[in-house]
């Protein structure tokens, strides 16, 4: 598929609409180029030859009717009007400008925007199959050169039709010298354009390849900052940082260095030509001053059309550079999430698992002939060795993996798209790895809700860790970046506060306590079976003494209750 074609696909209707406006606004701004410049022309001619102001049918019918006293009146007044007219064209040549960057960078945001509600809702299974460092770039970086791409589109299409409109005039005023002037620029463009592509374009590619690199190598080190200053080893990842960082700003230096060729080689090869044209004329012409207004335009059309040569060539070869960044969002974009309706389900009775069959990949299923009914109150535990599939079945029990066959049953009702949501509502989560952002206490408890202050400390004492809070900053305590300016088991028991904030009617526990000593286990244990006191307490685990106090423990074994 072309670029334009995944550009149009991934923008919206209201992004196109803005867009016609817009090139509308620069067909018009090419036309007011067009004019200021080939007004130059009479004017010169007039302000050279003043009789020609009476002579000519046009210039008099403009002289009788505002009745002017004298020819010199009459250039004043031609002056005063060109300079209204520049004033005019550099106004709106701003407002076009402003609305161009308005449009372009403006679609940063809602890239960025979209991107982010895209991954917010993935399906699960698909979420986890994605790097997060390769999701933040897309976010951060690629849908910044996205909208920089369609920067360069915008002024590479407004500089085509100034080109256009003034090479027609031109062609009118002197078709010799005009196609003369377009061999030599015409050759050399098509030169540049073919030398340039594909070193441009591979530079884009490593541009993205060594940034995906970049943050990747950022998103490891940082989320392993402790083992990292545990095996020494920091020479290793200072050579893969360096050659990744090294190798971004490598590509942007060579992109940046061709990009200068084509307005070297314009200027240089236009104002040769116009030079050579002007010996030309003196040699030809013995009285000069003629053709003076001819080449006064010329050069004042060539010092408009270089630069504007100059940004469609350098407007192109950064769409070449960028592209890389276009199929990424288009790549990304293409995918809609599947969507969820917001239909209520009650959960008073029981949970019904019916053959219930699950894979990651095609033919390998992780769960397989599954039936299984879950009463509301009961306290489950899920055990087996690792790779059993206990943590995949509670997945799918809480709605966040959907079975390649079979149904799950929520008091009698199945659960579907248009009622999932309303049922993870209903769950609490406290994982093995409990992920605290730099913020306060209450911010982390909250995180997701509206922040209320009283809803906080009553999960905070729920979960035995306000006690401790009120001798520091309470509620504002500050936690620091994953929690690290706090204990394992305070941190666990702040992750128990957050799973109760929503005031689940289920609990899951995956894991939560093993990587904690026995004595803090067995406390936070306790707690957790005061606090699910009423709510149904899915417990997945490898020690047997963590739920001992289980109503039923459902083993796994290779994708099967044992």
Same mark, same amino acid.
Do not use: C, H
């Given at each position: 598929m072309s670029s334009i074609h995944k550009l149009k696909s991934i923008m919206t209707k209201k992004d196109k609409l803005n867009l016609f406006i817009l090139l509308i606004m620069s067909i018009f701004l090419s036309i007011i180029e067009t004019i200021g410049i080939s007004a130059i022309m009479p004017f010169i001619t007039l302000a050279s030859n003043p009789s020609n102001i009476t002579s000519n049918e046009y210039s008099k019918v403009v002289y009788d009717l505002f009745g002017f006293s004298s020819t010199t009146n009459f250039m004043v007044f031609f002056g005063f009007i060109l300079i209204g007219f520049y004033i005019f064209r550099a106004i709106y040549s701003i407002f076009y400008n402003y609305l161009l960057n308005k449009f372009a960078f403006g679609r940063f945001h809602t890239f960025a925007y979209r991107l982010f509600r895209n991954y917010t809702n993935l399906p699960y299974k698909r979420f986890v199959k994605k790097n997060s460092a390769d999701m933040v770039k897309t976010i951060v970086s690629e849908a910044s050169n996205l909208s920089q791409y369609i920067q360069n589109l915008l002024m590479m299409l407004s500089e085509v039709f100034t080109i256009l409109f003034l090479y027609s005039l031109l062609l009118l005023v002197n078709w010799?010298?005009?196609?003369?002037?377009?061999?030599?620029?015409?050759? !050399?463009?098509?030169?540049? @354009?073919?030398?340039?592509? %594909? /070193?441009?374009?591979?530079?884009?590619? !490593?541009?993205?390849?060594?940034?995906? !690199?970049?943050?990747?190598?950022?998103?490891?080190?940082? =989320?392993?900052?402790?083992? &990292?200053?545990?095996?020494?080893?920091?020479? /290793?990842?200072?050579?893969?940082?360096?050659?990744?960082?090294? =190798?971004?700003?490598?590509?942007?230096?060579? %992109?940046?260095?061709?990009?200068?060729?084509?307005? #070297?080689?314009?200027?240089? &090869? =236009?104002?040769?030509?116009?030079?050579?044209? @002007? @010996?030309?004329?003196?040699?030809?012409?013995?009285?000069?001053?003629?053709?003076?207004?001819?080449?006064?335009?010329?050069?004042?059309?060539?010092?408009?059309? #270089?630069?504007?040569?100059?940004?469609?060539?350098?407007?192109?070869?950064?769409?070449?550079?960028?592209?890389?960044?276009?199929?990424?969002?288009?790549?990304?974009?293409?995918?809609?999430?599947?969507?969820?309706?917001?239909?209520?389900?009650?959960?008073?009775?029981?949970?019904?698992?019916?053959?219930?069959?699950?894979?990651?990949?095609?033919?390998?299923? @992780?769960?397989?002939?599954?039936?299984?009914?879950?009463?509301?109150?009961?306290?489950?535990?899920?055990?087996?060795?690792?790779?059993? =599939?206990?943590?995949?079945?509670?997945?799918?029990?809480?709605?966040?993996? !959907?079975?390649?066959?079979?149904? &799950?049953?929520?008091?009698?009702?199945?659960l579907n798209s248009e009622n999932i949501r309303a049922y993870r509502s209903k769950v609490g989560y406290i994982p093995q790895s409990i992920y605290l952002f730099d913020g306060t206490v209450g911010e982390n408890v909250a995180f997701g809700y509206e922040y209320d202050e009283e809803k906080i400390i009553e999960c905070l004492r729920k979960a035995n860790i306000y006690d401790f809070l009120s001798s520091k900053e309470g509620i504002d305590t500050l936690v620091g970046d994953g929690g690290i300016q706090l204990s394992g088991g305070q941190k666990q028991r702040i992750g128990i506060a957050r799973a109760l904030y929503s005031n689940p009617e289920i609990l899951v526990l995956d894991e939560a306590t093993s990587a904690l000593d026995n004595e803090t286990e067995s406390k936070i244990m306790d707690e957790i079976y005061e606090v699910s006191s009423g709510k149904t307490l899915f417990i997945i685990a490898h020690r047997l003494s963590t739920v001992e106090r289980c109503d039923r423990k459902i083993r796994l074994d290779s994708g099967k209750i044992v």
């Open positions: 010799k010298m005009t196609l003369i002037l377009t061999l030599f620029l015409g050759i !050399k463009v098509f030169f540049l @354009v073919y030398s340039l592509k %594909n /070193k441009i374009k591979k530079q884009g590619q !490593k541009r993205a390849s060594k940034q995906s !690199k970049f943050y990747k190598i950022l998103n490891e080190t940082f =989320g392993n900052f402790k083992i &990292i200053k545990l095996i020494q080893n920091e020479e /290793k990842l200072y050579n893969e940082f360096s050659n990744a960082s090294y =190798g971004y700003a490598r590509a942007n230096i060579i %992109n940046n260095t061709l990009n200068q060729l084509p307005r #070297l080689s314009l200027e240089t &090869i =236009g104002f040769g030509v116009l030079i050579g044209i @002007v @010996v030309y004329v003196l040699f030809t012409y013995e009285d000069a001053s003629i053709v003076l207004p001819i080449i006064s335009m010329y050069a004042l059309a060539l010092y408009r059309i #270089l630069p504007a040569l100059n940004r469609i060539l350098s407007s192109y070869n950064q769409t070449l550079f960028l592209s890389k960044s276009l199929d990424i969002m288009y790549d990304e974009l293409s995918y809609t999430p599947p969507k969820e309706g917001k239909e209520a389900v009650e959960f008073k009775e029981k949970i019904e698992l019916k053959n219930i069959n699950f894979e990651y990949i095609k033919g390998k299923k @992780v769960l397989e002939n599954i039936n299984l009914t879950i009463n509301k109150g009961d306290k489950i535990a899920f055990i087996g060795e690792s790779g059993s =599939g206990k943590s995949t079945l509670v997945d799918l029990i809480i709605g966040l993996y !959907k079975p390649i066959s079979g149904n &799950i049953i929520i008091d009698e009702i199945e």
